[in-house]
C-alpha cells in the first residue's frame, strides 16, 4: 500500500479517532488518504489552532492528541503549540508534510527545517528518510509522546516519500533501548519521605499538573486524608485536590491565595509532587520555604533539583509514588496532634486574608463576579478553559475545581490565543461535557477564526469574554511598575464581537447586567451551537493577591 494507507493504518492501531489539520501541497499525499481512512478530521482555519486544538484534546481525554500541517508555513505556524506542549508536557504527536527529497536544501517553495528549529522544544522528533520507516516511526512517536513525562514530538514527512508503495505489516512492539523512563520511584527513598512527612511540624503537600498527567489524584487526595496535611496546587494542578476542600488552602504562586503563600514560607517540610518550582511559585528563588525541607516526587529525573534542591529525590510515576507513600506513611502510624499548631497558624491567615474584591453597588460587572456567575451557571461541573492574562488568574481563583482535567490553560508558555482551539478539542474529547472557554478581549483575537471551525464541525463550545478594553495584564504591570505610562494597551471597542460570533456562524449576546447576569449565562449556555457571550466589565481592575516578580511570598501585595 501507499506509505500514506500505511500511515492512516498506524493512527487507527494506536487508537486515533480524531486529528486536527490544514492540508497544503507536501502533505497532499495525506490528506488523500484521509478521504478512504474513517478518521475524523476537523479542518481548522490556521494551523497553531490545530495545535492548541489537539493539546486541549489531550489534556481534557489523557490521550495522545494528533495535529498535521504542510511544510515550510504549515509547519512554523506549529511551533508555539509545539513549545506550548513542551512546556506543559502535553502528548501531541505533530506530522508534517515535507518538500521532495531533492529539493530539500534548496529552498524549495514552503520549504522549512522544522526539525532543525524545533529541536528544542520538542521531546523527540523524526525526519523520514525512507518511506519503510513511516509505520515504526508512527508507533515510537506515540511511545515517547505518552510515557515518562509526557510531551510533543515531531514526525517530518517528505511528499516524495509519503507517496511511495511499501510492504505494510503492523508493528506490534515498541522497544526503544535508550528511552526507559523511570517509573515506580525507589522504596528507600519513599520510606525516608514517609519519616519526614511523620516528624514534621508544619508539612505542605504542593501539587502540580504532573499530578493531573499521571492520573493520581485519587492518591494525592489519599496521601492528604491520611493526615491532615494542608494541600496546595500550581496553577496546572488545579484539580488534583478538590476545591473547596477543609484541607485545601488554595492556588500558590503569584497571584495565589496568602495561605498557601505563608504556608509554604513558613512550612518546615513541602512535599513537591509532580513540579518544577516554576517562578510563577518561587517568587525570588534564594528566598522560598527557608525554613523547609523537600520531598521532589517527578518523574522526569531533569527537573530534581534544577531549581531548589531536593533533600528526598524520588523519580517516577506519581501515581505509583503516591500509592505507596500513602501505604509508608498509614504504617508509621503518626501523632496527628502534632499538626493542631500549624493549622490555627493557617486558620489564621485565612481569616485574615480570604480572596475577596470590592464589588459595586450598580449593574456593573466585576471581572471576579462574572467568573463566580459562569461557576454558578455551570454548577461547576463543565470542562474550562482559559486564554491567558488577568481573565486566566480570576478564574483559577474563583472557579473551584472538584476533579482533574476541567481545567485547562496555557501555564508555561502563557500562549494568548489557547483558549478558543482548546475549547474546542476539549469539546471534541469530552462531547458529553459542556466546554467554557472564558478568554480576554485581546486573547480571543488571536484564534478568532476557530468559531468558523466549530460552526462547521458542531462543536458547541461557549466562550465567554471578560470584555474590558484592555490587554489588562499589561495594563496592570504598567499601572503598578511603570507609573501608569499605559504604552499600547488600549484595545477599544473593537471588533463587535456580537457581530464577530454571527459572522462565524456561531451565537452571539452582549450582558452588561450584575443582576440578571448568571440567569443570562445560563441561557447562553442552554443555546445550541457554538456561543460568544460578551461581558462588558470593570476596565480598570487588577488581580490580587500579587507577589510582584522577583520577590519572596512574604511581599505578597493586594
Known amino acids: 500500500m501507499r506509505a500514506v494507507d500505511a500511515l492512516m493504518e498506524c ?42 486544538a489537539a493539546e486541549g484534546y489531550a489534556k481534557a481525554t489523557g490521550k495522545v492528541g494528533v495535529s498535521f500541517g504542510t511544510s515550510g508555513p504549515g509547519a512554523t505556524n506549529l511551533i508555539t503549540a509545539i513549545c506550548d506542549a513542551m512546556m506543559d508536557s502535553v502528548p501531541v504527536v505533530f506530522i508534517t508534510g515535507q518538500v521532495r527529497t531533492e529539493l530539500i ?23 523520514i528518510q525512507h518511506p519503510l520507516e513511516i509505520p515504526r516511526t508512527i508507533h515510537e512517536a506515540f511511545h515517547i509522546a505518552r510515557t515518562g513525562r509526557p510531551g510533543p514530538v515531531l514526525v517530518d514527512i517528505p511528499q516524495d516519500l509519503s507517496r511511495a508503495d511499501i510492504p505494510y505489516e503492523p508493528v506490534s512492539d515498541v522497544h526503544l533501548p535508550g528511552y526507559q523512563p523511570t517509573t515506580e520511584g525507589n522504596q528507600k527513598q519513599i520510606r525516608l519521605a514517609a519519616k519526614a512527612m511523620a516528624n514534621a511540624r508544619r508539612p505542605v503537600i504542593y501539587a502540580g499538573g504532573g499530578v493531573v498527567n499521571a492520573n493520581a489524584a485519587q492518591e494525592l487526595r489519599e496521601l492528604a486524608l491520611s493526615d491532615r496535611f494542608p494541600v496546595t496546587c500550581t496553577l496546572m494542578g488545579l484539580g488534583a485536590f478538590p476545591a473547596p476542600h477543609e484541607q485545601w488552602l488554595g492556588m500558590l504562586g503569584m497571584h495565589g491565595t496568602r495561605a498557601a503563600n505563608y504556608a509554604m514560607d513558613e512550612a518546615d517540610l513541602i512535599v513537591g509532587i509532580g513540579v518544577r518550582f516554576d517562578d510563577r511559585v518561587t517568587g525570588k528563588l534564594s528566598e522560598f520555604a527557608p525554613r523547609a525541607k523537600f520531598i521532589h516526587v517527578d518523574v522526569d529525573p531533569a527537573e530534581i533539583s534544577k531549581n531548589v534542591p531536593a533533600h528526598i529525590p524520588i523519580v517516577g510515576d506519581a501515581k505509583n509514588v503516591l500509592a505507596r507513600l500513602v501505604t509508608e506513611y498509614r504504617a508509621l502510624e503518626a501523632d496527628r496532634s502534632r499538626l493542631e499548631d500549624w493549622w490555627q497558624r493557617i486558620a489564621g491567615w485565612r481569616a485574615q486574608y480570604p480572596l475577596r474584591y470590592e464589588d459595586t453597588t450598580d449593574n456593573e460587572i466585576r471581572p471576579q463576579f462574572a467568573v463566580q456567575a459562569v461557576f454558578e451557571a455551570t454548577g461547576g461541573e463543565a470542562i474550562v478553559t482559559s486564554d491567558v492574562g488577568q481573565h486566566q488568574m480570576w478564574t483559577a481563583q474563583y472557579y473551584d475545581f472538584p476533579e482533574p482535567r476541567r481545567w485547562i490553560n496555557s ?62 495584564m499589561v495594563r496592570q504591570w504598567q499601572e503598578l511598575f511603570w507609573d501608569k ?67 519572596a511570598a512574604r511581599d505578597m501585595v493586594g
Open 485 to 551: 505610562r499605559y504604552s499600547h494597551v488600549d484595545m477599544g471597542s473593537f471588533p463587535d464581537f456580537v457581530k464577530l460570533a454571527e459572522a462565524h456562524g456561531a451565537t452571539g449576546v452582549r450582558l452588561t447586567d450584575k443582576t440578571t447576569l448568571v440567569e443570562d449565562l445560563k441561557h447562553a449556555l442552554a443555546t445550541e451551537g457554538p456561543v460568544v457571550v460578551d461581558v462588558r466589565v470593570t476596565a480598570e481592575e487588577n488581580v490580587y493577591p500579587m507577589i510582584p516578580a522577583g520577590q
Open 105 to 127: 536544501g534548496t529552498d524549495g517553495f514552503q520549504e522549512a527545517d522544522i526539525l532543525g528549529m524545533t529541536l528544542p522544544i520538542v521531546k523527540h522528533s523524526f525526519m
Open 11 to 52: 493512527l487507527k492501531a494506536e487508537g486515533v479517532e480524531v486529528v486536527f489539520g490544514l492540508p497544503g501541497g507536501a502533505n497532499l499525499p495525506t490528506y488523500d488518504a484521509f478521504y478512504d481512512a474513517g478518521i475524523r478530521h476537523i479542518l481548522v482555519r490556521h494551523e497553531a489552532g490545530g495545535g492548541h
Open 411 to 472: 501555564g508555561g508558555l502563557g500562549t494568548m490565543g489557547f483558549g478558543l482551539p482548546a475549547a474546542m478539542g476539549a469539546a471534541v474529547g469530552c462531547p458529553d461535557r459542556t466546554v467554557v472557554c472564558i478568554a480576554g478581549d485581546g486573547s480571543i483575537q488571536m484564534n478568532a477564526q476557530e468559531l468558523a471551525t466549530c460552526s462547521q464541525n458542531g462543536i458547541p463550545v461557549k466562550v465567554v469574554i471578560l470584555n474590558n478594553g484592555y490587554l489588562g
